[in-house]
Nanobody, 125 residues
Framework: QVQLADTGGGLVQAGGSLRLSCAAS????????MGWFRQAPGKEREFVAA??????????YYSASVKGRFTISRDNGNNMVYLQMNNLKPEDTAIYYC????????????????WGKGTLVTVSS
């Protein structure tokens, strides 16, 4: 079981930037797929980004709505995952959740057991 603590949300104007952080403990972090999902009010939780280490190859995956604006990265030495969010839009407003393992790379929330508590991102127009 992996424990996740996601932080870094806040209020930002459209066009601004935020960086979310996720501290992981337990499990084998270096071989675990990690990712971010988000959930806006009245909507289902949706995939944002995922990261996989395959040998020495680093693989990143993004939803179409954030590709080119968001960047996922990880620090295996410190068991951290980050989501750098640039050029934020009002439609990015949501609670962002760190996720580990399961169907993170597939982008399916129902197949994931390890979640952070979420951090709220609000983008004003």
């Amino acid at each position: 079981q992996v424990q996740l603590a996601d932080t870094g949300g806040g209020l930002v104007q459209a066009g601004g930037s935020l960086r979310l952080s996720c501290a992981a403990s337990g499990g084998t972090f270096s071989t675990t797929d990690m990712g971010w999902f988000r959930q806006a009010p009245g909507k289902e939780r949706e995939f944002v980004a995922a990261h996989r280490l395959s040998g020495r190859t680093s693989l990143s995956y993004y939803s179409a709505s954030v590709k080119g604006r968001f960047t996922i990265s990880r620090d295996n030495g410190n068991n951290m995952v980050y989501l750098q969010m640039n050029n934020l839009k009002p439609e990015d407003t949501a609670i962002y959740y760190c996720a580990a393992g399961g169907t993170v790379v597939a982008g399916t929330a129902s197949g994931i057991k390890n979640w952070g508590k979420g951090t709220l991102v609000t983008v004003s127009s």
